[in-house]
């Protein structure tokens, strides 16, 4: 990854709070990024599909999903990216809340590239993203394009 | 004068004739019964003489019922009654009556396979219906049901006189309780000649209700059918009285239990799906007042220092009391099947659980031989590591810690323990110390959440179970638990 090109990361994500507890925590990341929020799946397809207000948006380069949203669910989300021939390679992460095994079964289905819990406090949570940041935007080789 | 011709064989001859042959009585009757001629088979089988005989209606002479009627009806004619003698026993014939040109000829014999009983197997009979008459119920109808014989206690019970039981059918007592196929297969089968015995409610005069168990026994003709039956009854109404009110609390018992499992199972998916949600708004409380620290702590004053870490400890323990809630309301729905699993096996788990307090107390432990009992092993561990974790906790601070674990028999279970002789406390608490989140003790004395031994009573009482607790303020305490005993063939 070029260190002067920032990395472009979609959170989707309901609650507002968890949006900014993850800037926050990528903020002093060792990996330029540009956070983009979208607040449930539709949002979230009509970030990817450029449609308005998103016009101009970027293709990410990591996406945060979250599973239980109003509209448009986080399953439903990850399943129309993974049948997209052009988005299908974005590493997609679920950051959720919910430990039950038919949701973490249904995502590895549907070709989640993590399943991760949100952990209670905030130095858990904060390590995790640091390290979600470290291994998809530094460790882990993809494709170009 | 006119002469009437003589007959082939003079009837009186013929009479003479029949009168002397054994078992069989016969007599000249007249057109309206009365008898013209008496013969010694009469005199031998009815004890009447000629004298006494002769010129009476045999109707009277023989005392025969009304409903069996001699036939005179000019022509041979065949009849079974019920006759009696001149010492007023009674015996039932056969009756042919042939008219003849100077009235009716009677023949009369004794039914077949009855024969004339002596008298001490009469006055046995009459005390054995004694007997029977004072012990029991006793009614007789006839083939139709309609009620021939009552005793004393048949009227007593059912309020009725015998004036107006008798000849009345047996119905007039049915109470409508039973369904008509009871009473169809109670006739179909006294029918056919089977005795029948079963509980049936009846019904008194004043509408009272009255339960007996009844026996009814066909009595069969010679031919095998029933031509009367015999009820013999005792009463049960207080045993009804009493089972149905057994069977009516069992129901209501039954009821309870289930509106309480319903409770509970309501309860336990409340406070899953409370906690569970809660710990959403509060994962951001806490998140955020630790990020102010992070971020403000002393930037601002020393208040805002001090507001801030109230809020984090706060945050910190109501995530704790969630994650334990969590756990609590699981706990039933981990619980895997019951098996056989050694007790020790638990004991030990637990101790492994715990090994750096029992080095921090360092308790001179006492083990006796624990069984094997049906539980789930990962949650009798559970059990086993709380109550440890508990006696560790609450130690002595003056003395060693001694630990004393064991079971005994008792009844159809096990009862272990778990002893130590740490600070004990008040036994008026013994109650309030298994509800979750209720605790003895200042969080800054001993910390903790009051869960754990609310997490063993749970387990004990999912096991079939109970736990209780005794204890002395300054002596010990000491922690009861029943596990159900293993039934499996070993």
Redesign the interface.
């Known amino acids: 990854m070029s260190g002067l090109q920032p990395c472009e990361i979609l959170v989707v994500d309901d ?1 507002p ?2 949006v900014r ?1 993850i800037q ?1 925590s990528l903020k002093d990341g060792r990996v330029p990024n540009r956070i983009h929020a979208a607040r449930d799946g539709e949002e979230a397809l009509a970030f990817l599909r450029r449609q308005a207000p998103f016009e101009s948006a970027p293709r990410p380069d990591l996406i945060l999903l979250d599973l239980n949203m109003p509209k448009v669910g986080g399953l439903e989300v990850l399943r129309a990216i993974k049948a997209s021939p052009e988005w299908k390679t974005i590493p997609t992460v679920i950051l959720t ?1 919910s430990m039950g095994n038919g949701d973490i079964k249904g995502c590895y289905e549907a070709q989640a590239n993590a399943y991760l819990v ?1 952990p ?4 858990t ?1 904060s390590e995790m993203l640091s390290s979600i940041q470290s291994f998809w935007l530094t460790l882990a080789t993809l494709p170009v394009g | 004068m006119t002469q009437t011709p003589a007959p082939a064989i003079s009837p009186i001859t013929l009479h003479l004739l029949l009168g002397d042959l054994p078992g069989l009585a016969t007599c000249l009757l007249g057109g309206g019964g009365q008898v013209l001629e008496w013969t010694e088979g009469a005199h031998a089988l009815l004890g009447q003489g000629r004298e006494e005989a002769v010129g009476r209606p045999i109707a009277d002479l023989l005392r025969i019922p009304a409903e069996s009627p001699l036939p005179l009806l000019g022509q041979r004619a065949e009849t079974w009654s019920l006759l009696t003698r001149r010492d007023g026993s009674t015996f039932r014939a056969q009756l042919i009556t042939l008219p003849v040109p100077e009235g009716h000829l009677l023949l009369m014999h004794p039914a077949l396979g009855t024969p004339q009983p002596k008298e001490e197997t009469v006055r046995e009979l009459m005390e054995l219906r004694q007997a029977l008459d004072e012990s029991a119920i006793v009614a007789i109808t006839d083939a139709k049901g309609d009620i021939t014989y009552a005793n004393d206690r048949f009227c007593r019970i059912s309020q009725y006189s015998r004036e107006e039981l008798l000849g009345k059918n047996h119905r007039i007592i049915n109470s409508g309780y039973h369904p008509k196929a009871f009473f169809t297969n109670l006739w179909s089968s006294i029918a056919r000649g089977h005795v029948w015995r079963g509980e049936i409610k009846n019904r008194a005069k004043d509408g009272s209700y009255y339960w007996v168990d009844t026996t009814i026994v066909p009595f069969l003709d010679a031919s095998g059918r029933p031509w009367q039956y015999m009820s013999i009854r005792f009463e049960i109404t207080e045993r009804k009285r009493v089972e149905e009110a057994l069977l009516e609390k069992q129901a209501e018992l039954e009821e309870r239990a289930a509106a309480l499992a319903r409770s509970n199972a309501d309860l336990e998916q409340f406070a899953y799906v409370a906690s ?1 949600d809660l ?2 708004p ?3 409380v ?3 007042t ?2 102010l620290a ?1 971020r403000y702590k002393g930037r601002l004053d020393t208040d805002a220092d001090e507001f801030i870490d109230f809020a984090m400890q706060g945050a ?1 323990r109501m ?1 704790v009391m969630i994650q334990d809630l969590l756990a609590y309301a699981r706990l039933s729905n981990t619980m895997e099947g019951t098996q056989r699993i050694h007790l020790e096996d638990a004991l030990d788990a637990a101790l492994a659980n715990l090994s750096l307090a029992v080095k921090e107390a360092a308790p001179t432990i006492r083990r006796f031989p624990l069984p094997v009992v049906m539980g789930d092993l990962s949650h009798l561990t559970l059990l086993y590591q709380n109550l440890l974790a508990n006696a560790l906790k609450f130690r002595h601070p003056g003395r060693p810690l001694e630990l004393t674990l064991g079971a005994e028999r008792e009844g159809g279970h096990w009862r272990c323990s778990v002893k130590d002789n740490g600070i004990g406390f008040d036994p008026q608490y013994a109650e309030r110390i298994f509800t979750i989140f209720q605790r003895l003790h200042s969080r800054a004395e001993y910390p903790g959440n009051g869960i754990g031994l609310a997490f063993c009573k749970k387990i004990v009482e999912r096991h079939g179970g109970r736990i209780w607790v005794e204890s002395t303020p300054n002596q010990g305490t000491t922690f009861l638990f029943t596990l159900p005993m293993d039934r499996s063939p070993s």
Do not use: C, I
Request: proline share 0%; glycine share 8%.
């Open positions: 609650n709070g968890d507890l926050e809340t949100k209670t406090d905030l130095g949570f | 569970h710990q959403e509060l994962r951001m806490s998140s955020f630790e990020l992070k910190l995530q």
